[in-house]
């Protein structure tokens, strides 16, 4: 691997392959994507095409380098194309790409599984987080008999019908429909409350908790930016949940082996009842699952009587991808070694920020991190909505400009990985202070 070691300055990249590919792409995929946010429409400009990643490295189709804080948004925190992974992706398809009937791979992924995430005793796999949740979700609702759920102002969940909503006005509302093509009695048994706000939960559960099957949470939200829970937060909608029977579900497909090596609720020591796993879990392939309690997951098809299928669920070269990623994982440092990196990094742009005079927040768990630009702390999507959205599309089109890949919205995380060197890092900061200088002209 050819990283490149100068210090990282604007230059004036020649982008015209990547310009010429991603035309061609908008011509036969709506906005040249095959996923809305790939598309820069938060920070404007023209996507990168990429061609290669290796290590932290990404490389696009005109030869240009850049430091990847993206990470295909969570799941590589081995870095690209890392070797272990690579070889187990190998060998595996040498054998067969799927065959539609049980492996022992599948048996040993879901065994690390359950011997790392504290509340899962049996898990299904399932190929994206989407699929994760709505299962979940249906399992929730099949387990209790109840219909409505509790979800949170900000959470992402996936694209399922019921997940894709938005809060109305008011402190309790039942969701909108937050896109066309979704009915709104799809919605109608989703309530929406705002994150971090225990009393909206308890007062909701008051009056409804005869009707509510699950309550479903990102235990650090992480698709409004990095959103830390309050102190004591997780431990409230717990006991809430336990008092009114309610399902406690935590969508981990971000925080899952993130955070620690047995995800948010290892990490807080707070025990949900269902959990969604994605993005690490696949090492970079498709795969995702949901587990829990025995209790619960017996209810699953073809134990129980709640119905979930996948013909491609839980493919070989999927769970050989996962099992390595995971493998890698349990080495004796790893998130020691990702803690370090990560907290340089955020000191790094603190420091940066500050220097340049530009009021950010930089809230961080472990190897997750946002850079808000906002004088407030952000604690909820009322907070993140207030940040100022330009000074970050300039901030990122330095960076960009520098060789320093970030996400194309202030309200995605920024991720280290293990492959994540001290220089690059370094660079990184070297570059973020002329970034956030020119971040500082947009008020
Ligand atoms: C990414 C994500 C999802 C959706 O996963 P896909 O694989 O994109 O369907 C769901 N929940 C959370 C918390 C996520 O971060």
């Known amino acids: 691997m050819a990283v490149q070691t100068d210090k990282r300055e604007k230059t004036q990249m020649v982008t015209t392959k990547s310009t010429a590919a991603f035309k061609a792409a908008c011509r036969v995929m709506p906005g040249g994507v095959s996923s809305p946010v790939r598309a820069f429409r938060a920070v404007g400009g023209t996507p990168r095409v990429i061609a290669k990643g290796k290590g932290a490295v990404l490389t696009d189709v005109d030869g240009n380098s850049y430091i990847d804080y ?64 709505m299962s979940a979700l249906r399992l929730a609702r099949g387990h209790t008999g109840r219909n409505k759920i509790i979800k949170f102002e900000g959470c992402y969940h996936g694209h399922s019908d019921a997940l894709l909503v938005q809060a109305g006005s008011g402190a309790m509302t039942f969701g909108a429909p937050s896109s066309p093509g979704v009915p709104a009695g799809t919605t109608a048994d989703t309530l929406v409350l705002p994150y971090n706000d225990l009393d909206a939960v308890e007062a909701v559960l008051k009056t409804h908790a005869a009707q509510v099957a699950a309550v479903l949470i990102e235990p650090i939200a992480g698709n409004m930016g990095c959103v830390p829970p309050n102190t004591g937060y997780l431990e409230g909608l717990r006991r809430l949940c336990t008092e009114n029977e309610v399902v406690l579900v935590f969508d981990e497909v971000m925080t899952g082996f993130r955070v620690s090596p047995g995800g948010a609720q290892e990490l807080y020591g707070v025990q949900p009842d269902l959990t969604c796993l994605g993005k690490i879990v696949g090492g970079g392939l498709p795969l995702a699952a949901y587990g829990g309690r025995r209790e619960i997951m017996e209810k699953v098809s073809p134990l129980g009587d709640v119905y979930q299928a996948g013909t491609l669920s839980g493919n070989p070269l999927a769970t050989a991808a996962g099992i390595a990623t995971l493998q890698a994982l349990a080495e004796d440092d790893a998130y020691e070694a990702l803690e370090a990196a990560a907290a340089k990094l955020a000191e790094g742009l603190r420091a940066a920020a500050e220097a340049a005079k530009v009021p950010t927040y930089h809230p961080r768990v472990g190897s997750m991190m946002g850079t808000f630009f906002s004088s407030a702390p952000v604690t909820d999507h009322a907070t993140a909505g207030r940040c100022n959205t330009r000074a970050y599309a300039a901030f990122f089109h330095a960076m960009l400009d520098r060789g320093v890949y970030l996400a194309p919205s202030q309200f995605e995380c920024l991720f280290v990985s293990l492959a994540h060197t001290d220089e690059q890092i370094e660079e990184t900061i070297a570059a973020s202070a002329e970034a956030f200088a020119a971040a500082a002209a947009c008020r």
């Open 70 to 133: 993206v990470g295909s948004w969570g799941p590589l925190i081995l870095g690209h194309a890392d070797e272990r992974v690579v070889a187990a992706i190998d060998k595996a398809a040498a054998k067969g790409c799927s065959f539609g009937a049980p492996t022992e791979a599948e048996t040993q992924l879901a065994e690390l599984i359950v011997a790392r995430v504290p509340s899962i005793e049996m898990v299904r796999f399932v190929n994206s987080g989407t699929e994760a949740a």
